[in-house]
Nanobody, 125 residues
Framework: VQLQASGGGLVQAGGSLRLSCTASGFSLDYYAIGWFRQAPGKEREGVSCISSNGGSAYYKDSVRGRFAVSRDNAKNTVYLQMNTLKPEDTAVYYC???????????????????WGQGTQVTVSS
């Protein structure tokens, strides 16, 4: 059972990246997915979360309108499209899965069942 986050990299401010979170060993069909990030010297924070069927999502205020979360359950993958990136978006980004059908606004505070390893996103000014 594994979650794999990928797609990070170095990008200039204003650029875009798309992160992927792929599960192996289990199906994401019944799992809500959260995206989190942790910058050096800072606590981990929730960025976005999406319901198991992709019908609802929540975003951190500072990324709403710039980031978009989506999923393709047939590919067992969740995506985080990040546009208009800013230097303050620089962090290690993680995805996490929780077996839950209904998404709630407190999704950033849930105890997630599985965590992926992080992928580094660096935005240069």
């Amino acid at each position: 059972v594994q979650l794999q986050a990928s797609g990070g990299g170095l990008v200039q401010a204003g650029g875009s990246l798309r992160l992927s979170c792929t599960a192996s060993g289990f199906s994401l069909d019944y799992y809500a997915i959260g995206w989190f990030r942790q910058a050096p010297g800072k606590e981990r924070e929730g960025v976005s979360c999406i319901s198991s069927n992709g019908g609802s999502a929540y975003y951190k205020d500072s990324v709403r309108g710039r980031f978009a979360v989506s999923r393709d359950n047939a590919k067992n993958t969740v995506y985080l499209q990040m546009n208009t990136l800013k230097p303050e978006d620089t962090a290690v980004y993680y995805c996490a899965a929780k077996e839950k059908l209904v998404l709630r606004s407190d999704c950033f505070r849930w105890q997630y069942d599985y965590w992926g390893q992080g992928t580094q996103v660096t935005v240069s000014s």
